[in-house]
């Protein structure tokens, strides 16, 4: 299959700063990458990079087979892209932003900017100015989504959107997916990427630790529990093996588990619990547990 | 020409005003006239104890204001001030704004070439200036035909008008070239205003010190007034001073923009 992005010792250094280091990855065409990893890891970055918004200091990128640096032009021209903060001008309303962003991609479809609007729930005659952050994000999907691009660039896109909000936008873009365009979403929600994506990239303090398969991901992802006794529990409870990092207080037990969760609920089911939380752990949490602290792999 | 288009629609609003404050100071200082004409001894007996240095600073020197060409020498410098301050704020403003209201990411990752982007600006910088210079004169002029009598001197006026134009261009190339340094400019008027300024006070040092060398740092210099009375032209020598600056900074300003780093 063909690559739809190139990335190959990519480095980005800021000044003394550094941005990212030597990172390496490609995505093929058509595939919904997940590109993950904590808040400054180098995200943004890369992403930058390939839009040429930002000069990598060494390393090369190419999109669509083109140098990101030389051909920006015209790799643009084939590009949505949605950043992680929305900024637009104020004082324009949101049906004149939307044929101005579109007005530089030739003709504008009406029709399809109001499928969006609708989809998205975007009331088209607002001034951005009046616009929560939500609905700027709202106009900043539309906007990305507008001139059908065959690669779509999502930095963090989901943050302010409600839960309905992101589902209608998953929707899209897995429309869009279908449709033939290769998706590159960033993020720093391990959930979000597994809903949408089929490969992801981990990186991390501006180093790509490696490069998965979503369904390897899953097998091995931690879920946390933690348990209320309604009574005091003095003696330490029986747990499951793959359970970890076990904290407990005479009412209270705290531990992540990696395995079969039957075989957690059936340890605790003899319990008399006053509360029970399953959560998903957040990134650094499975940076530590998974790939074994600092150094990752 | 989209960006054109913006540009033009964004910095519409601040033409306006500078324009208008142009004209209110032509009139205010075109009201005085007649009464500083009508008592023209007294005035002349009066500027005559004044300090040569001080009479230098505020440009009237070598003229005479009981004459309304001296007069005008003298009220043009303060709007020739106030159009330097307009040129170099929206020098300063059309490439950075992007930084300022952080949508850059929206612009520049549309299929543009930054010279592109940049050359859109550009134009939009010379028409603004062109159309406030226009405004001007065409609305200032009744106002010096209503004072100059019989004979008025047409080609001194445009040649005192249009030196709006040409002290806006350096401006606006200075403009050009510090608003792309810095990785985000903020404050556009307390630059502008301290550029504008600095250079104002070369200028004032240059009127007391009288040396012919000083004059080329400061365009202040290059048109003034006072010159024009006696030359009713332009001096070549500057005139290619004035365009020099104005192309060298907005060539460097184009050549930084293309090379720049655009920060979320």
Same mark, same amino acid.
């Given at each position: 299959?063909?690559?739809?992005?190139?990335?190959?010792?990519?480095?980005?250094?800021?000044?003394?700063?550094?941005?990212?280091?030597?990172?390496?990855?490609?995505?093929?065409?058509?595939?919904?990458?997940?590109?993950?990893?904590?808040?400054?890891?180098?995200?943004?970055?890369?992403?930058?990079?390939?839009?040429?918004?930002?000069?990598?200091?060494?390393?090369?990128?190419?999109?669509?087979?083109?140098?990101?640096?030389?051909?920006?032009?015209?790799?643009?021209?084939?590009?949505?892209?949605?950043?992680?903060?929305?900024?637009?001008?104020? /004082?324009?309303?949101?049906?004149?932003?939307?044929?101005?962003?579109?007005?530089?991609?030739?003709?504008?479809?009406?029709?399809?900017?109001?499928?969006?609007?609708?989809?998205?729930?975007?009331?088209?005659?607002?001034?951005? @100015? /009046?616009?929560?952050?939500?609905?700027?994000?709202?106009?900043?999907?539309?906007?990305?989504?507008?001139?059908?691009?065959?690669?779509?660039?999502?930095?963090?896109?989901?943050?302010?959107? @409600?839960?309905?909000?992101?589902?209608?936008?998953?929707?899209?873009?897995?429309?869009?997916?279908?449709?033939?365009?290769?998706?590159?979403?960033?993020?720093?929600?391990?959930?979000?990427?597994?809903?949408?994506?089929?490969?992801?990239?981990?990186?991390?303090?501006?180093?790509?630790?490696?490069?998965?398969?979503?369904?390897?991901?899953?097998?091995?992802?931690?879920?946390?529990?933690?348990?209320?006794?309604?009574?005091?529990?003095?003696?330490?409870?029986?747990?499951?093996?793959?359970?970890?990092?076990?904290?407990?207080?005479?009412?209270?037990?705290?531990?992540?588990?990696? #395995?079969?969760?039957?075989?957690?609920?059936?340890?605790?089911?003899?319990?008399?619990?006053?509360?029970?939380?399953?959560?998903?752990?957040?990134?650094?949490?499975?940076?530590?547990?998974?790939?074994?602290?600092?150094?990752?792999? | 020409?989209?960006?054109?288009?913006?540009?033009?629609?964004?910095?519409?609003?601040?033409?306006?005003?500078?324009?208008?404050?142009?004209?209110?100071?032509?009139?205010?200082?075109?009201?005085?006239?007649?009464?500083?004409?009508?008592?023209?001894?007294?005035? /002349?007996?009066?500027?005559?104890?004044?300090?040569?240095?001080?009479?230098?600073?505020?440009?009237?020197?070598?003229?005479?204001?009981?004459?309304?060409?001296?007069?005008?020498?003298?009220?043009?410098?303060?709007?020739?001030?106030?159009?330097?301050?307009?040129?170099?704020?929206?020098?300063?403003?059309?490439?950075?704004?992007? !930084?300022?209201?952080?949508?850059?990411?929206?612009?520049?990752?549309?299929?543009?070439?930054? !010279?592109?982007?940049?050359?859109?600006?550009?134009?939009?910088?010379?028409?603004?200036?062109?159309?406030?210079?226009?405004?001007?004169?065409?609305?200032?002029?009744?106002?010096?035909?209503?004072?100059?009598?019989?004979?008025?001197?047409?080609?001194?006026?445009?040649?005192?008008?249009?030196?709006?134009?040409?002290?806006?261009?350096?401006?606006?190339?200075?403009?050009?070239?510090?608003?792309?340094?810095?990785?985000?400019?903020?404050?556009?008027?307390?630059?502008?205003?301290?550029?504008?300024?600095?250079?104002?006070?070369?200028?004032?040092?240059?009127?007391?010190?009288?040396?012919?060398?000083?004059?080329?740092?400061?365009?202040?210099?290059?048109?003034?007034?006072?010159?024009?009375?006696?030359?009713?032209?332009?001096? #070549?020598?500057?005139?290619?001073?004035?365009?020099?600056?104005?192309?060298?900074?907005?060539?460097?300003?184009?050549?930084?923009?293309?090379?720049?780093?655009?920060?979320?």
């Amino acid at each position: 299959m063909k690559n739809v992005i190139e990335i190959e010792n990519l480095t980005k250094y800021y000044g003394k700063a550094r941005g990212i280091v030597d990172v390496s990855f490609s995505v093929a065409e058509g595939e919904i990458f997940g590109f993950i990893g904590p808040n400054g890891a180098g995200k943004s970055t890369t992403i930058r990079i390939l839009l040429n918004l930002i000069y990598p200091t060494s390393g090369g990128a190419r999109v669509f087979g083109r140098d990101c640096v030389k051909d920006g032009y015209e790799i643009r021209r084939d590009v949505g892209y949605l950043p992680s903060e929305v900024f637009y001008y104020d /004082d324009m309303k949101v049906l004149e932003l939307l044929k101005y962003s579109a007005s530089f991609y030739g003709r504008v479809d009406m029709q399809r900017l109001r499928y969006l609007a609708e989809v998205m729930e975007l009331d088209l005659g607002r001034k951005i @100015d /009046d616009l929560s952050y939500g609905n700027k994000k709202k106009v900043g999907i539309v906007q990305g989504l507008l001139h059908r691009p065959s690669l779509i660039i999502l930095d963090e896109p989901t943050g302010g959107l @409600d839960p309905l909000m992101q589902q209608r936008f998953f929707g899209l873009i897995r429309e869009e997916n279908r449709r033939g365009a290769t998706v590159l979403f960033s993020s720093h929600i391990l959930p979000e990427v597994q809903k949408l994506c089929s490969r992801v990239g981990i990186i991390r303090e501006g180093k790509m630790l490696r490069v998965e398969e979503i369904g390897s991901m899953r097998d091995t992802a931690y879920k946390k529990i933690r348990l209320e006794f309604r009574e005091e529990v003095p003696e330490a409870p029986e747990l499951p093996e793959g359970a970890g990092d076990v904290q407990r207080s005479p009412r209270e037990l705290a531990f992540l588990f990696r #395995g079969d969760i039957n075989e957690a609920f059936k340890s605790i089911a003899r319990f008399d619990l006053r509360n029970a939380v399953i959560e998903e752990p957040d990134l650094e949490e499975i940076f530590l547990h998974y790939y074994g602290g600092e150094d990752g792999v | 020409m989209n960006i054109f288009r913006q540009e033009l629609k964004m910095h519409v609003r601040p033409l306006l005003f500078y324009t208008l404050g142009m004209l209110a100071a032509f009139y205010a200082f075109l009201l005085l006239y007649d009464s500083i004409a009508a008592d023209a001894a007294l005035v /002349d007996a009066v500027l005559a104890n004044f300090p040569k240095e001080f009479k230098a600073a505020f440009g009237f020197a070598d003229v005479s204001l009981s004459d309304l060409g001296g007069y005008l020498s003298f009220l043009f410098a303060y709007i020739v001030l106030i159009g330097a301050v307009f040129g170099m704020k929206t020098g300063i403003s059309v490439l950075s704004e992007e !930084g300022r209201t952080r949508t850059s990411d929206f612009l520049l990752s549309k299929p543009l070439r930054r !010279g592109r982007v940049a050359s859109e600006k550009l134009l939009a910088l010379c028409l603004l200036l062109a159309v406030q210079n226009v405004l001007f004169f065409a609305l200032a002029l009744p106002g010096y035909l209503s004072k100059a009598g019989e004979e008025p001197n047409l080609k001194l006026f445009v040649l005192m008008s249009f030196s709006v134009f040409m002290v806006q261009l350096f401006f606006a190339g200075i403009g050009l070239f510090l608003s792309v340094l810095p990785r985000r400019l903020k404050a556009v008027m307390p630059v502008t205003l301290a550029v504008v300024f600095l250079f104002y006070i070369v200028e004032l040092i240059n009127e007391s010190v009288l040396d012919k060398t000083l004059s080329y740092l400061t365009p202040f210099s290059y048109f003034k007034a006072s010159e024009l009375l006696s030359r009713a032209a332009y001096d #070549g020598r500057y005139l290619a001073a004035d365009l020099a600056v104005f192309f060298l900074f907005t060539a460097l300003a184009f050549w930084i923009y293309e090379k720049k780093d655009i920060h979320a």
